[in-house]
């Protein structure tokens, strides 16, 4: 069964600094990775979405994959204090397995002004 | 305006009650989800539907019943409620089944039982 960690749990960032988010899987046939942020009490946002190793940019935020190191992490450039939220990590497996996701327990992100 | 409803927004109930979840989406998707978010652990994979027929349950309790209408409806009904229940149920659709497409998530029902 997919194993999806994150860290670390919590982060507090100075507003304009970059802030990097880990995430790794337990299995490496695993080909779709997305970053999704969740405000207190709402839904959920999708921020980048990968699916080859490398680098994909979608605005402030930059999502790496290092699916040989089961590993991906997420930059985000310049936060604001708006960006304060939890950002959770899901991983699905590739076609024919179906679009569940799994996710990690979520990293709480705090920009202070 | 939304594009995934959800109903109620909060939801209190009793044990060994039944409640149902409403989900609408206004997306044109074909594929809705249901996910449930419980204190303290990730947000856990309940069901999948595409086209109206369920693809993948790994929901082990047969108290989780989606239920699906229309196209763009999946409700949630759960029976014989207990206080383990208690979690955030969020609704969510794609475009189709396949995981290469981006899954959009409603706002959640906090359900309570006490």
């Known amino acids: 069964q997919q194993k999806v960690q994150q860290s670390p749990e919590s982060l507090t960032v100075s507003e304009g600094a970059m802030a990097s988010l880990n995430c790794t899987f337990s299995?490496?046939?695993?080909?779709?990775f997305r970053w999704y942020r969740q405000h207190s009490a709402k839904g959920l946002e999708v921020l980048v979405s990968?699916?080859?190793?490398g680098e994909k940019e979608e605005g402030r935020f930059t999502a790496h994959l290092n699916r040989a190191n089961l590993h991906v992490s997420l930059h985000i450039r310049e936060p604001q204090p708006s960006d304060s939220a939890v950002y959770l990590c899901a991983v699905s497996m590739g076609p024919g397995t179906g679009s569940k996701l799994s996710f990690g327990k979520g990293a709480k992100l705090t920009v202070s002004p | 305006d939304p594009k995934i409803i959800q109903k109620p927004k909060y939801l209190v109930a009793v044990t060994g009650s039944e409640k149902i979840l409403i989900c609408e989406q206004y997306l044109g998707h074909n594929a809705m989800y249901w996910y449930r978010q419980s204190a303290k652990k990730p947000l856990e994979f309940m069901f999948s539907y595409s086209y109206q027929k369920l693809m993948d349950n790994q929901t082990a309790s047969s108290r989780f019943q989606p239920q699906s209408s229309k196209k763009n409806h999946l409700d949630l009904q759960i029976t014989a409620l207990k206080p383990d229940d208690s979690a955030t149920y969020f609704c969510?659709?794609?475009?189709?089944?396949?995981?290469?497409?981006?899954?959009?998530f409603g706002p959640g029902t906090r359900l309570t039982v006490l």
């Open positions: 990968i699916f080859s190793d």
């Open positions: 299995d490496g046939t695993s080909n779709n």
């Open positions: 969510a659709s794609s475009q189709t089944g396949l995981s290469s497409y981006e899954q959009y």
